[in-house]
Protein backbone atom coordinates (compact mmCIF):
# COMPACT_ATOMS: atom_id res chain seq x y z
CA UNK A 1 0.00 0.00 0.00
CA UNK A 2 1.31 3.41 -0.66
CA UNK A 3 0.57 4.38 2.71
CA UNK A 4 4.50 2.08 4.00
CA UNK A 5 6.05 4.18 1.68
CA UNK A 6 5.35 7.76 3.30
CA UNK A 7 4.37 6.92 6.70
CA UNK A 8 7.05 8.17 8.81
CA UNK A 9 9.41 5.90 11.57
CA UNK A 10 8.36 7.67 14.98
CA UNK A 11 5.09 8.02 16.41
CA UNK A 12 1.92 6.52 15.40
CA UNK A 13 1.59 4.74 11.61
CA UNK A 14 -0.93 2.88 9.35
CA UNK A 15 1.55 -0.28 9.38
CA UNK A 16 -1.05 -2.49 7.32
CA UNK A 17 -0.79 -4.61 10.04
CA UNK A 18 -3.60 -7.36 10.73
CA UNK A 19 -5.59 -7.11 14.02
CA UNK A 20 -4.46 -10.27 16.51
CA UNK A 21 -8.39 -9.99 17.28
CA UNK A 22 -11.41 -10.34 15.11
CA UNK A 23 -12.47 -6.76 13.88
CA UNK A 24 -15.43 -6.99 15.88
CA UNK A 25 -14.59 -7.36 18.95
CA UNK A 26 -11.81 -5.34 18.70
CA UNK A 27 -13.73 -2.60 17.56
CA UNK A 28 -16.45 -3.93 20.46
CA UNK A 29 -13.55 -3.53 22.91
CA UNK A 30 -12.53 -0.46 21.82
CA UNK A 31 -15.91 0.85 21.92
CA UNK A 32 -16.96 -0.17 25.03
CA UNK A 33 -13.56 1.07 26.69
CA UNK A 34 -14.42 4.24 25.62
CA UNK A 35 -18.18 4.41 26.25
CA UNK A 36 -17.33 3.82 29.76
CA UNK A 37 -14.50 6.75 29.55
CA UNK A 38 -17.02 9.05 28.52
CA UNK A 39 -19.87 8.27 31.15
CA UNK A 40 -17.02 8.76 33.59
CA UNK A 41 -16.54 12.53 31.65
CA UNK A 42 -20.27 12.86 31.79
CA UNK A 43 -20.97 11.63 35.48
CA UNK A 44 -18.29 13.73 36.93
CA UNK A 45 -19.61 16.71 34.99
CA UNK A 46 -22.99 16.57 36.57
CA UNK A 47 -23.13 14.90 39.58
CA UNK A 48 -19.22 13.92 40.73
CA UNK A 49 -18.97 12.46 44.25
CA UNK A 50 -16.96 15.03 45.38
CA UNK A 51 -15.38 18.36 44.56
CA UNK A 52 -12.26 17.36 42.05
CA UNK A 53 -10.64 20.60 43.48
CA UNK A 54 -11.30 20.55 47.01
CA UNK A 55 -8.69 19.94 49.75
CA UNK A 56 -9.51 18.40 53.01
CA UNK A 57 -6.42 17.71 55.19
CA UNK A 58 -8.32 15.49 58.06
CA UNK A 59 -8.47 13.26 54.54
CA UNK A 60 -5.61 12.83 53.03
CA UNK A 61 -4.09 10.06 52.11
CA UNK A 62 -7.19 7.86 52.53
CA UNK A 63 -7.05 4.36 51.67
CA UNK A 64 -9.74 3.12 48.90
CA UNK A 65 -12.90 2.72 50.81
CA UNK A 66 -16.36 3.61 51.04
CA UNK A 67 -16.15 7.18 51.68
CA UNK A 68 -13.57 7.48 48.81
CA UNK A 69 -13.31 4.64 46.73
CA UNK A 70 -10.82 5.19 44.79
CA UNK A 71 -9.03 6.94 48.03
CA UNK A 72 -7.74 10.63 48.52
CA UNK A 73 -4.47 12.10 47.78
CA UNK A 74 -2.19 14.01 49.71
CA UNK A 75 -3.86 17.16 49.72
CA UNK A 76 -7.59 14.98 51.09
CA UNK A 77 -8.61 15.54 47.26
CA UNK A 78 -11.08 12.37 46.09
CA UNK A 79 -8.96 11.02 43.55
CA UNK A 80 -12.26 9.45 41.95
CA UNK A 81 -13.17 12.47 41.57
CA UNK A 82 -10.22 13.88 39.85
CA UNK A 83 -9.74 11.06 37.38
CA UNK A 84 -13.39 11.88 36.25
CA UNK A 85 -12.81 15.64 35.58
CA UNK A 86 -9.41 14.20 34.30
CA UNK A 87 -11.39 12.55 31.35
CA UNK A 88 -13.17 15.37 29.68
CA UNK A 89 -9.60 17.88 29.92
CA UNK A 90 -7.30 14.88 28.37
CA UNK A 91 -10.24 13.48 26.26
CA UNK A 92 -11.08 16.89 24.69
CA UNK A 93 -7.51 17.93 24.14
CA UNK A 94 -7.04 14.66 22.35
CA UNK A 95 -10.11 15.56 20.27
CA UNK A 96 -8.98 19.17 19.66
CA UNK A 97 -5.44 17.92 18.56
CA UNK A 98 -6.62 15.37 15.82
CA UNK A 99 -9.37 17.49 14.91
CA UNK A 100 -6.88 20.05 13.75
CA UNK A 101 -3.76 17.74 12.56
CA UNK A 102 -6.36 15.70 10.64
CA UNK A 103 -7.96 18.63 8.79
CA UNK A 104 -4.59 20.68 8.38
CA UNK A 105 -2.82 17.60 7.29
CA UNK A 106 -4.96 16.30 5.03
CA UNK A 107 -6.11 19.37 2.80
CA UNK A 108 -2.05 20.49 2.77
CA UNK A 109 -1.35 17.03 1.75
CA UNK A 110 -3.39 16.69 -0.66
CA UNK A 111 -3.55 19.58 -2.06
CA UNK A 112 0.25 19.45 -2.51
CA UNK A 113 0.48 16.17 -3.83
CA UNK A 114 -2.27 17.09 -6.77
CA UNK A 115 -1.01 20.37 -7.75
CA UNK A 116 2.73 18.94 -7.53
CA UNK A 117 5.26 21.17 -8.04
CA UNK A 118 7.08 24.14 -5.97
CA UNK A 119 4.03 23.54 -3.76
CA UNK A 120 5.18 20.24 -3.38
CA UNK A 121 8.25 20.67 -2.69
CA UNK A 122 7.79 23.64 0.07
CA UNK A 123 5.85 21.45 1.81
CA UNK A 124 7.24 18.11 1.83
CA UNK A 125 10.92 20.48 3.12
CA UNK A 126 8.68 21.49 6.11
CA UNK A 127 7.47 18.62 6.59
CA UNK A 128 10.68 16.88 6.56
CA UNK A 129 12.15 19.53 8.64
CA UNK A 130 9.31 18.75 11.35
CA UNK A 131 9.66 14.80 10.99
CA UNK A 132 13.40 15.35 12.04
CA UNK A 133 12.42 15.67 15.79
CA UNK A 134 10.36 13.03 17.57
CA UNK A 135 6.76 14.45 18.29
CA UNK A 136 6.69 14.48 22.21
CA UNK A 137 10.34 16.16 21.99
CA UNK A 138 8.87 18.92 19.54
CA UNK A 139 5.45 19.08 21.45
CA UNK A 140 8.21 19.86 24.47
CA UNK A 141 9.52 22.36 23.24
CA UNK A 142 6.96 24.57 21.69
CA UNK A 143 5.19 24.02 25.17
CA UNK A 144 8.15 25.45 27.12
CA UNK A 145 8.44 28.44 24.61
CA UNK A 146 4.71 28.97 24.69
CA UNK A 147 4.12 28.12 28.35
CA UNK A 148 1.68 25.96 30.63
CA UNK A 149 -2.12 25.92 29.16
CA UNK A 150 -4.23 23.77 27.76
CA UNK A 151 -4.48 25.75 24.86
CA UNK A 152 -1.19 26.05 24.26
CA UNK A 153 -1.06 21.94 24.84
CA UNK A 154 -3.20 21.34 22.31
CA UNK A 155 -1.12 23.62 19.74
CA UNK A 156 1.90 22.28 20.85
CA UNK A 157 0.73 18.34 20.42
CA UNK A 158 -1.17 19.31 16.82
CA UNK A 159 2.08 20.95 15.44
CA UNK A 160 3.83 17.92 16.25
CA UNK A 161 1.08 15.64 14.69
CA UNK A 162 0.02 17.35 11.67
CA UNK A 163 2.92 16.16 9.23
CA UNK A 164 2.26 12.71 9.72
CA UNK A 165 -1.31 12.98 8.57
CA UNK A 166 0.40 15.35 5.40
CA UNK A 167 2.50 13.04 4.30
CA UNK A 168 -0.41 10.18 4.80
CA UNK A 169 -2.63 11.86 2.30
CA UNK A 170 0.04 13.15 -0.38
CA UNK A 171 0.96 9.26 -0.31
CA UNK A 172 -3.03 8.13 -0.84
CA UNK A 173 -3.47 10.91 -3.08
CA UNK A 174 -0.40 10.39 -5.27
CA UNK A 175 -1.13 6.79 -5.89
CA UNK A 176 -5.14 7.81 -6.56
CA UNK A 177 -4.69 10.84 -8.87
CA UNK A 178 -3.94 9.36 -12.21
CA UNK A 179 -6.81 6.57 -11.44
CA UNK A 180 -9.53 6.08 -14.16
CA UNK A 181 -12.27 7.95 -11.64
CA UNK A 182 -10.10 10.78 -11.36
CA UNK A 183 -9.36 11.26 -15.11
CA UNK A 184 -12.84 11.07 -15.86
CA UNK A 185 -13.63 14.02 -13.16
CA UNK A 186 -11.26 15.61 -15.27
CA UNK A 187 -12.28 14.87 -18.69
CA UNK A 188 -16.01 16.23 -17.88
CA UNK A 189 -14.73 19.15 -16.77
CA UNK A 190 -14.24 19.58 -13.18
CA UNK A 191 -11.95 21.97 -11.37
CA UNK A 192 -8.64 20.38 -9.25
CA UNK A 193 -10.25 21.46 -6.31
CA UNK A 194 -13.69 19.53 -6.89
CA UNK A 195 -11.28 16.78 -8.26
CA UNK A 196 -9.72 16.46 -4.74
CA UNK A 197 -12.48 17.02 -2.20
CA UNK A 198 -15.12 15.44 -3.78
CA UNK A 199 -13.77 12.29 -5.62
CA UNK A 200 -9.80 11.70 -4.22
CA UNK A 201 -10.57 12.71 -0.75
CA UNK A 202 -13.46 10.54 -0.06
CA UNK A 203 -11.26 7.27 -1.45
CA UNK A 204 -7.90 8.06 0.40
CA UNK A 205 -9.45 9.22 4.00
CA UNK A 206 -9.70 5.71 5.23
CA UNK A 207 -5.62 5.45 6.34
CA UNK A 208 -6.59 8.46 7.65
CA UNK A 209 -9.33 7.77 9.68
CA UNK A 210 -6.65 5.15 11.36
CA UNK A 211 -4.14 7.90 11.99
CA UNK A 212 -6.57 9.30 13.91
CA UNK A 213 -7.45 6.65 16.03
CA UNK A 214 -4.01 6.44 16.74
CA UNK A 215 -3.24 9.91 17.36
CA UNK A 216 -5.82 10.59 19.84
CA UNK A 217 -4.13 7.63 22.17
CA UNK A 218 -0.89 9.45 21.22
CA UNK A 219 -1.81 12.78 22.13
CA UNK A 220 -3.32 11.50 25.67
CA UNK A 221 0.46 10.04 26.36
CA UNK A 222 1.96 13.39 25.28
CA UNK A 223 -0.39 15.67 27.30
CA UNK A 224 -0.12 13.53 30.36
CA UNK A 225 3.97 13.31 29.98
CA UNK A 226 3.96 17.10 29.22
CA UNK A 227 2.12 17.41 32.72
CA UNK A 228 4.03 15.07 34.44
CA UNK A 229 7.31 16.84 33.51
CA UNK A 230 5.79 20.37 34.64
CA UNK A 231 5.36 21.96 31.06
CA UNK A 232 1.47 20.79 30.42
CA UNK A 233 -1.54 21.67 32.50
CA UNK A 234 -0.50 23.01 35.77
CA UNK A 235 -1.88 21.17 39.31
CA UNK A 236 -3.91 21.81 40.89
CA UNK A 237 -6.01 21.41 37.86
CA UNK A 238 -7.50 18.06 37.79
CA UNK A 239 -5.61 16.43 34.43
CA UNK A 240 -4.50 12.70 34.59
CA UNK A 241 -0.48 13.17 33.90
CA UNK A 242 -0.25 15.82 36.52
CA UNK A 243 -1.80 13.67 38.82
CA UNK A 244 0.22 11.09 38.36
CA UNK A 245 2.75 13.42 38.55
CA UNK A 246 1.61 14.77 42.16
CA UNK A 247 0.81 11.25 43.05
CA UNK A 248 4.58 9.45 42.03
CA UNK A 249 5.93 10.13 45.27
CA UNK A 250 3.77 8.36 47.32
CA UNK A 251 4.31 5.14 45.96
CA UNK A 252 7.24 4.46 48.03
CA UNK A 253 5.75 4.99 51.47
CA UNK A 254 2.73 2.73 49.91
CA UNK A 255 0.12 5.27 48.86
CA UNK A 256 -0.35 3.49 45.40
CA UNK A 257 -4.03 4.82 44.41
CA UNK A 258 -2.88 8.21 44.32
CA UNK A 259 -1.34 7.84 40.75
CA UNK A 260 -1.96 4.33 39.54
CA UNK A 261 -5.69 4.93 38.61
CA UNK A 262 -4.77 7.52 37.10
CA UNK A 263 -2.64 6.54 35.33
CA UNK A 264 -4.66 3.36 34.34
CA UNK A 265 -7.09 5.52 32.98
CA UNK A 266 -4.45 6.61 30.57
CA UNK A 267 -4.10 3.35 29.66
CA UNK A 268 -7.60 1.95 29.09
CA UNK A 269 -7.52 5.79 26.89
CA UNK A 270 -4.48 4.54 24.73
CA UNK A 271 -5.80 1.16 24.07
CA UNK A 272 -9.45 1.74 23.38
CA UNK A 273 -8.06 4.25 20.24
CA UNK A 274 -5.50 1.93 19.51
CA UNK A 275 -8.60 -0.83 19.59
CA UNK A 276 -10.49 1.06 17.38
CA UNK A 277 -7.93 2.10 15.10
CA UNK A 278 -6.73 -1.09 15.01
CA UNK A 279 -10.12 -2.14 13.92
CA UNK A 280 -10.79 0.49 11.50
CA UNK A 281 -7.11 -0.80 9.67
CA UNK A 282 -8.54 -4.19 9.21
CA UNK A 283 -11.71 -3.84 7.33
CA UNK A 284 -9.96 -1.76 5.39
CA UNK A 285 -7.12 -4.00 5.07
CA UNK A 286 -9.74 -6.55 3.67
CA UNK A 287 -11.24 -4.12 1.46
CA UNK A 288 -7.96 -3.35 -0.25
Partial sequence: MAVLDVAPLEGPVFTGRRSRLPVSISAAVGVAILAMLIVLWIWGAIAPPHNPLATD???QLLPPGTGHILGTDKFGRDVLSRVMAGTGIDLAIALLVTGIAFTVGVLVGSLAAYNGGWLDDIVLRVVDMVLSFPAFVLALAITAVLGNSVRNVVIAIAVAYTPYFVRLARGEVLSARRSDYAENARAVGNPGWRVVFL????????????????TMGWSILDASGLSFLGLGIKPPTAE???EVSEGASNIVSGEWWTSVFPGLAITFAVLAFNLIGEAIQTRF????
Avoid at 202 to 211: I, R, S
Avoid at 285 to 288: L, Y
Fill in 57 to 59: PAS
Fill in 199 to 214: HLLPNCVTPALVQASL
Fill in 240 to 242: WGV
Fill in 285 to 288: SRRR
